[in-house]
């Protein structure tokens, strides 16, 4: 029993657990926000948030909490953010050894029959670049605008963005540089490389290397891995398809092209960010249904695996295009980029799509239950489409908001809370974990067909 409670699967879910709960009793004292009272629900929603890389807010970051919070709040958010992206690459790196299946499950058992493989240096590795990257945003941002971005509010957000925790220190996040192409840039190549994962990272950094050193490649059919392409490929569709749709949404036809080309920058912008990294230049109370509905969709895809982002990620939506295309030309094998996915891939990504429909589904339910007050339709005419992009924005943690966040109730933020956990681990890994505690029957049952269809 004590190999199961404590088996490696459990391990993620219960440091990220504590790392919440004592996140959320430092935010609770007094010298985090003087004067002022936080209760523990709300403390809790603040650590969960930043731990998870969210970004949803009940109170406002910059002027409720004091600088000591703020920096309990950093310091969360870089835990959330490193330790995911670390154990995630982790996980990664042993998926692509190619290692038994008995060897991915022990962890550290598979790290003892790898002499390559230095767990050490491996985690150095991983925390040096992305604390490099984070501190080269952060020097962008002060150049462009000191006043704006001070020290303390540059490397603030720097990390925040790389994390994709979306985090903001102003009260309206990035509005104010609504048309700042060079502010735009930042944060977006911040937020777009903490979603690529730490080994897309490393293979684009040998690369570029290689290039700028003008050293001979190293002998292969590709300039890319099959796994970095087929990431880097869906994430320039997802950016450009997501700011297409949005600009059209807005109904930006009669607009000057001034304002066209400012209205596209923040509907790149909002398609960089809505996938998990939750900053916003515009009003998202204030886009139509239409532009909503687009936000949902990418924030469900989200990030890639291995990185910061949230999401059912960019791999699985591929895996989801290459199965209906197959169905549609009448194929028995799925095709993603250059290879066909294996049985257990495509059962995955499908158990991805239908546990994460039943956890959001389920959400909005309960959140009409306890948000809804018992209005009639009539009354409550809108609520549902906020309600529905508050639980896809926990879920995926993105941490865009329509502006409900604050106004939940004690039940409404329990709901958020559990989403948010939920989402950063995966409905897959935590279903994983349960059915570790299971045993397979050594019995198989006959095996007969339904009408289904």
Request: charged residues 15%.
């Amino acid at each position: 029993m004590q190999n199961k409670v404590f088996s490696p699967f459990w391990v993620p879910i219960y440091a990220f657990a504590l790392t919440v709960l004592a996140g959320a009793m430092v935010l609770m004292l007094d010298f985090c926000h003087p004067g002022r009272d936080l209760s523990f629900i709300d403390a809790l929603f603040t650590s969960t948030s930043a731990v998870c890389v969210t970004g949803l807010v009940v109170v406002d970051t910059g002027t409720f909490f004091s600088r000591a919070g703020q920096n309990v709040i950093l310091a969360l958010i870089q835990l959330g953010g490193l330790g995911i992206m670390t154990y995630a690459s982790l996980v990664v790196y042993l998926l692509r050894r190619k290692v038994s299946a008995s060897d991915r499950v022990a962890v550290r058992q598979t790290l003892l029959h790898d002499p390559s493989f230095n767990l050490a240096t491996f985690i150095i590795g991983v925390i040096v670049a992305v604390l490099s990257v984070e501190m080269a945003g952060a020097l962008l941002l002060h150049a462009m605008d000191p006043d704006g971005f001070h020290t303390y509010s540059a490397i603030f957000h720097s990390v925040s963005a790389f994390c994709n925790a979306g985090f903001s220190l102003n009260t309206d996040s990035l509005t104010s540089w609504r048309g700042h192409l060079g502010i735009n840039a930042v944060f977006s190549v911040l937020i777009i490389m903490g979603g690529l994962g730490f080994y897309v990272l490393a293979e684009c950094a040998r690369k570029i290397r290689w290039l700028v050193l003008r050293r001979k490649l190293p002998l292969q059919a590709h300039f890319f891995t099959w796994q970095t392409r087929i990431v880097l490929e869906t994430t320039f569709f997802l950016v450009v398809i997501g700011a297409l749709a949005l600009l059209l949404a807005e109904k930006l036809g009669d607009e000057s092209w001034g304002d066209i080309l400012d209205v596209g920058l923040a509907s790149f912008f909002q398609s960089v960010t809505c996938r998990t990294a939750g900053f916003n230049t515009v009003e998202i109370s204030a886009l139509t249904n239409v532009s909503l509905i687009f936000m949902i969709i990418l924030m469900m895809i989200g990030g890639s695996p291995g990185s910061c982002a949230g999401g059912l990620k960019t791999t699985t939506f591929r895996v989801w295009i290459g199965f209906i295309i197959a169905r549609l030309r009448g194929r028995s094998q799925t095709r993603v980029g250059w290879y066909a996915m294996t049985e257990d891939s495509i059962n995955k990504a499908l158990t991805l799509l239908v546990f994460g429909g039943l956890i959001m589904g389920g959400a909005v339910i309960l959140l009409s239950i306890t948000e809804g007050h018992g209005l009639p339709h009539p009354q409550a005419r809108g609520h549902f489409m906020e309600l529905l992009f508050e639980t896809v924005s926990a879920f995926a943690t993105v941490g865009l908001s329509t502006g409900v966040t604050p106004e939940l109730s004690s039940a409404g933020k329990s709901i958020i809370i559990s989403l948010m956990f939920v989402g950063r681990l995966g409905p897959v890994w935590l279903l994983t974990a349960i059915n570790s505690w299971q045993s397979e029957p050594r019995y198989r049952l006959p095996e007969d067909d339904l009408p289904l269809g």
